[in-house]
Every structure is written in C-alpha cells, then in structure tokens.
C-alpha cells in the first residue's frame, strides 16, 4: 500500500506543529510553560480531531465517488463539505473561546497554570477553520491518489512553524502566546497552499458554478458520515481529556511527563493513524466500484504491513523511551521518570492499537462507520474507569496500562463483528450464485 507511505510522512509532519511548540517551550521557557502546552494539548485535540474526524468520514465519501467515477457528486460533496463545515469549524472556535473558564474548570486545571493555558488556547482556537479546510482539501487529495501535494505543503509549513516559533519564543521573548500564534500562522498557510493547489493543478477535483448547489441527500449523507467520523475522533479525545484532567491531579512534574510521553506516543500514532486512513481509501474505492475481492485483499494487506509497524513501533519505544523523553529538557528527573515508566508500559500493548487501525479503517471505507465510534466509546470508558482506580498506585504507568486494556478488548470486539461480516457477505453470494443456476437452468 504505497499510499500509506506518504500519509505516514504527512501524519508525522503534523505531529511536528505541536511537538515544535513543546520543544522550544522546553528549552526557551520554563516547566510551568511546557506543562500548560500538554494541558492545552488534550483541549485543543478535542477540537482539532472533531473536524479531523468529520473529514475522514467525508474522504470515504470522496473515494467512493472516485471508485464510482463520479466526478460530479464528488464536486459537489467537496461544495457542500466545504460551505457547511467551513460554518462549524467557526462556530466552534467561538464557543471554544467563549467556555474557556468552563474547560479549566472541567478539566482541573492547577490555578498556577492557568492563565498560560487560557492564552493558547485563545490564539490557538481562532485557527480551527483553518485545520479544518486544511484537512478537507487534503482528504479531497488523497482519495484520488495525490497524498504528495499534501506532504509537501505540510514540510513548507513546519519549516515556517519552527522558524516563527524560535523566533517568537525566543527573540521576541512572547512565550507561550508566540508558540501559539506561530501554530495558528502555520495552520492558515496549510489550508490556503492545499486549496490552492486543488485549484491550479487539479482542476478536475475543484467544484465549479454547476456544482455549488444544495441537494438533501447529499447532505444528508456528508451528515451521517462526517458526523459518525467525527463523534469517533472526538469521543477519543474527550476521554483523553477526561484521563487529563485525572494526571492533573498528580502534581506538576507528572503533568510534564505525561506531556512528554504522549508527544513521543503521538510520532507512533502517526503510522497506525496513516494506515488507517490508506485503508480506508482504498476499502472504500473498492466498494464505490463494487469489487468485494479487492476489499478483502486491502484489508489483509493493511493487517500484515500494520501488524508489523506495530511489532516494532513496540520494541522502539521500550528500549528509546530515556533517551527520547531527554529531548524535553524542560521537564525535571522526576518527570522523565514518569514519561519512560509510561512509554515503557505502553509499548507492550502497540501491536493491539495498530491492528485496531486496520480494523477501524475498513469499517470506514465500507460506510459501516458506526462500527468505529461504538469500539471507540468504549475502549475510552474502560482507560477513564482503570485510570481512575489505577493511578494513586500506579502513577503514570497506570493510564498506559489502562490504553493498552482497552486496546486489547477493542481488538476483539472488531474482529468478532469483520467474521460476522463476511459470513453474511458470503451467504449472499451463495443466494445469488443459487439463484442464477436456477434461472439458467429454467
């Protein structure tokens, strides 16, 4: 699956705008700073991953057009997706301003901290629309094979990331408020290169005056998708907000290294999240073209290519977990402690949140996009529960074991529903081979 290999690249580039942020916070501030970047971070995946998710449903949409060769419905889902979540993204970013004294609140945020927290996300929130058009248009490219533009706008922009972000950070002295105004100039030269791009050499992917027109089905179905996707991302990231506000109660030094770990998990994630996403495409070109053959084969090719990223994504976590927490200089001994004891539990259970993405990505490209959020929603009660009981005795490592716990169940729950599938797929097949021998021989 080749396409996976730039979606891997682009997924790492992405977790680059916020790690850059914790680095040079790290070194050019103190652990108060770096401790409200991991604070913020649970928040501000929140919402990022709400329309992340909104646009994986749309991209399955995408593709199944593309499998289709329909290129009028899927210029028209592009308008359409485009107007109406270009209004969502904003109303969020509004509200998420608004309720900032709420989201402290709600997620326990220590009084020393606060203040630093209520400033980046203020700036940071203001540039969701532009995550949002960002990952449409991307979504929009890579259902039609052309991932490189994506990754290519993405390196120009983390390039611009780290330079404004040295610069604000540490010319400029702006702290914490120029991280966060350094991300959001990043995020808006993102969506505006990606759209750009669509529009000057692939034309043929672009909505013109024929396609900006509203039609219900379609709406309804970019609803039902984008909705299901998204509830799924974020429902992900609301139980990691809720173990947040669980770490925040543990003290300064376990929130820096929690910060830590979760930066350095989020670079193994990428390729899990990548192979998801290349199976999705590629399920869900087959199954607009209606060949069954070519599902299974991409499911199984995902399987093995993701068993095995996890199988060493597991191995390197364990054995780099010191030397990779050490790149956060900012934060104390005690909290690399925590941030190698966590990485070092997590590990053991990476194989599971790998397959669970090939699991997730070919529900996604058959439009059985429910399946996801339910094993989502309950794979996170189940880390908020364990974390909860685990972490005065524990510490950290208790919220890494309570991730992988989930895993694990999830991973069963999935492959028990794909065996149910194909035995049904298989039944129909024989009804409608045995109905054609007998109209054959009638």
């Given at each position: 699956?080749i396409?996976m290999?730039p979606?891997?690249?682009?997924?790492?580039?992405q977790q680059l705008?916020?790690?850059i942020?914790?680095?040079v916070?790290s070194?050019?501030?103190?652990?108060?700073s770096?401790?409200?970047?991991?604070i913020?971070?649970?928040?501000?995946?929140l919402?990022t991953?709400?329309?992340v998710?909104a646009c994986?449903?749309?991209?399955?949409?995408?593709?199944q057009?593309?499998?289709k060769?329909?290129?009028?419905?899927?210029?028209?889902?592009?308008f359409?997706?485009f107007?109406?979540g270009?209004?969502i993204?904003?109303?969020l970013?509004v509200?998420?301003?608004?309720?900032?004294?709420?989201?402290?609140t709600?997620?326990r945020v220590?009084?020393a901290?606060?203040?630093?927290?209520?400033v980046?996300?203020a700036?940071?929130?203001?540039?969701l629309?532009a995550t949002y058009?960002y990952?449409?248009c991307?979504?929009?490219?890579r259902?039609a094979?052309?991932t490189?533009v994506v990754?290519?706008?993405?390196?120009?922009c983390?390039?611009?990331n780290?330079?404004?972000?040295?610069f604000?950070?540490y010319?400029?002295?702006?702290?914490?408020f120029g991280a966060?105004?350094a991300?959001v100039?990043?995020q808006?030269m993102?969506a505006v290169?990606?759209?750009l791009a669509?529009?000057?050499?692939?034309p043929?992917?672009?909505?013109g005056?024929?396609?900006?027109?509203?039609?219900r089905?379609t709406?309804g179905?970019?609803?039902?998708?984008?909705?299901?996707t998204?509830l799924h991302?974020?429902?992900l990231y609301i139980g990691?907000?809720?173990?947040?506000g669980?770490?925040?109660?543990?003290g300064?030094?376990?929130?820096a290294?929690f910060?830590?770990?979760t930066?350095?998990?989020?670079f193994a994630?990428?390729?899990?999240d990548?192979?998801?996403?290349?199976?999705?495409?590629f399920?869900?070109q087959?199954?607009?073209a209606?060949?069954?053959?070519?599902?299974?084969?991409y499911y199984?090719s995902s399987l093995?290519?993701?068993?095995a990223?996890g199988a060493?994504?597991s191995?390197?976590l364990?054995?780099?977990a010191?030397?990779?927490?050490?790149?956060?200089?900012g934060?104390?001994?005690e909290?690399?402690a925590?941030?190698?004891s966590y990485?070092?539990?997590?590990s053991v259970?990476?194989?599971?949140?790998f397959?669970?993405?090939?699991?997730?990505?070919y529900?996604?490209?058959?439009?059985?996009?429910q399946?996801?959020f339910?094993?989502?929603?309950?794979?996170i009660?189940?880390r908020?529960?364990?974390?909860?009981?685990?972490?005065?005795?524990m510490g950290?490592?208790?919220v890494?074991?309570?991730?992988?716990?989930?895993w694990v169940y999830?991973?069963?729950?999935w492959s028990?529903?794909?065996?149910h599938?194909?035995?049904?797929?298989?039944g129909a097949g024989?009804?409608?081979?045995?109905?054609s021998?007998g109209?054959?021989?009638?």
């Amino acid at each position: 699956m080749i396409l996976m290999l730039p979606l891997i690249a682009s997924n790492i580039l992405q977790q680059l705008y916020n790690t850059i942020d914790s680095v040079v916070i790290s070194r050019f501030t103190d652990e108060s700073s770096f401790a409200a970047v991991g604070i913020t971070s649970s928040v501000m995946n929140l919402f990022t991953f709400f329309l992340v998710g909104a646009c994986t449903g749309i991209s399955v949409l995408f593709s199944q057009s593309f499998g289709k060769r329909d290129s009028q419905e899927l210029k028209n889902t592009f308008f359409q997706s485009f107007v109406f979540g270009l209004a969502i993204s904003a109303v969020l970013a509004v509200c998420g301003i608004a309720g900032l004294n709420v989201i402290c609140t709600l997620i326990r945020v220590p009084a020393a901290l606060t203040s630093l927290v209520k400033v980046y996300l203020a700036v940071v929130l203001t540039g969701l629309p532009a995550t949002y058009i960002y990952n449409l248009c991307s979504a929009l490219l890579r259902s039609a094979g052309h991932t490189a533009v994506v990754l290519i706008v993405l390196l120009v922009c983390v390039i611009v990331n780290t330079g404004l972000d040295i610069f604000m950070v540490y010319t400029l002295r702006l702290g914490i408020f120029g991280a966060a105004l350094a991300t959001v100039v990043s995020q808006i030269m993102s969506a505006v290169l990606c759209f750009l791009a669509i529009k000057r050499h692939y034309p043929q992917l672009m909505f013109g005056k024929d396609d900006r027109h509203l039609d219900r089905s379609t709406i309804g179905r970019i609803s039902r998708f984008a909705g299901l996707t998204a509830l799924h991302q974020s429902g992900l990231y609301i139980g990691k907000l809720m173990v947040q506000g669980i770490v925040n109660t543990a003290g300064q030094s376990v929130i820096a290294g929690f910060t830590a770990a979760t930066r350095l998990e989020g670079f193994a994630n990428s390729f899990g999240d990548s192979g998801c996403a290349a199976t999705a495409v590629f399920v869900g070109q087959a199954y607009g073209a209606a060949d069954k053959k070519k599902e299974e084969t991409y499911y199984h090719s995902s399987l093995k290519i993701l068993s095995a990223m996890g199988a060493l994504c597991s191995v390197l976590l364990f054995f780099t977990a010191s030397p990779a927490s050490a790149l956060f200089s900012g934060a104390g001994a005690e909290a690399l402690a925590d941030s190698v004891s966590y990485l070092r539990m997590i590990s053991v259970f990476y194989l599971f949140c790998f397959t669970g993405n090939t699991f997730a990505g070919y529900f996604d490209g058959v439009g059985k996009v429910q399946i996801p959020f339910i094993g989502v929603a309950s794979h996170i009660t189940m880390r908020i529960i364990l974390s909860a009981l685990l972490i005065q005795r524990m510490g950290l490592p208790a919220v890494a074991f309570a991730s992988g716990t989930g895993w694990v169940y999830v991973n069963i729950f999935w492959s028990v529903l794909k065996r149910h599938f194909a035995k049904d797929a298989k039944g129909a097949g024989a009804l409608r081979s045995s109905a054609s021998a007998g109209s054959t021989e009638a």
